[in-house]
């Protein structure tokens, strides 16, 4: 039973336009989401976060929009450099102790 | 000087046998954790430890047995390797919910 979905395994962008990466979760439980960024042969690194009474937040050029009658959330990234080519995923959490469910991830393309 | 660290890298070892990852965090965090990263690319937790103290064992075989010596090491022993077992673990820390910083990972290959 997958509870994160991320249905865009790829997503090609052009360097200086918006990336938008998708995310859907199935468990109302969730109250805390979190993107991670993860580049080949390291472990992910934490990007952005937003709180469930929140339905933005924005750190530089990384803004989390939420849905929470949607269940959807959203990392948009503008505007798109060439190192931000990576792995990125959705990763909520509520429903036990620190736990976190990950989506199965977007590979991110940055042309120049 | 690395925050989440876990020995080995890459590991490589035939079916039947005992393998351990070491996991150590200097980041004064109370929660460990280690995931497993499937073939599918799926992280999936495995176990979780707050001070030291088991909290969180999802559905993972018998042979997999995490032991925690302080709040600064995590350790995955796997007893009788199998070919499913062949996957990146990856180990974690946090301190509340302010995200967790991950190990690099272990690459376990059983042949």
């Known amino acids: 039973d997958q509870q994160v979905k991320q249905n865009s395994p790829s997503l090609s962008v052009q360097e200086g336009r918006i990336s938008i990466l998708n995310c859907d979760y199935t468990?109302?439980?969730?109250?805390?989401f979190l993107w991670y960024k993860k580049y080949p042969a390291e472990g992910p690194t934490f990007l952005i976060s937003?709180?469930?009474?929140?339905d933005k937040n924005e750190d530089g050029r990384f803004t989390v929009f939420l849905n929470k009658s949607a269940k959807h959330l959203s990392l948009h990234i503008v505007p798109s450099q060439p190192g931000d080519s990576a792995v990125y995923f959705c990763?909520?959490?509520?429903?036990?102790?620190?736990?976190?469910?990950f989506g199965q991830g977007t590979i991110l393309t940055v042309h120049p | 000087d690395t925050a989440v660290s876990q020995t080995p890298k890459y590991l490589v070892t035939q079916m039947g046998n005992d393998k351990s990852i070491k996991c150590e965090q200097n980041?004064?965090?109370?929660?460990m954790y280690w995931y497993k990263q499937d073939s599918k690319k799926f992280l999936k937790i495995m176990f979780s430890?707050?001070?030291?103290?088991?909290?969180i064992n999802e559905t993972v075989p018998n042979r997999f047995s995490p032991k925690s010596p302080d709040k600064a090491h995590l350790n995955l022993h796997i007893n009788s390797l199998e070919l499913g077992d062949s996957a990146v673990y990856f180990c974690?820390?946090?301190?509340?919910?302010?995200?967790?910083?991950f190990g690099s990972g272990t690459r376990l290959t059983v042949v």
């Open positions: 974690a820390s946090s301190q509340g919910t302010a995200g967790y910083t």
């Open positions: 468990n109302s439980m969730f109250d805390y």
């Open positions: 937003i709180s469930s009474i929140k």
């Open positions: 990763a909520p959490s509520g429903t036990s102790y620190g736990k976190l469910t």
């Open positions: 980041l004064g965090h109370d929660t």
């Open positions: 430890y707050n001070n030291k103290e088991l909290i």
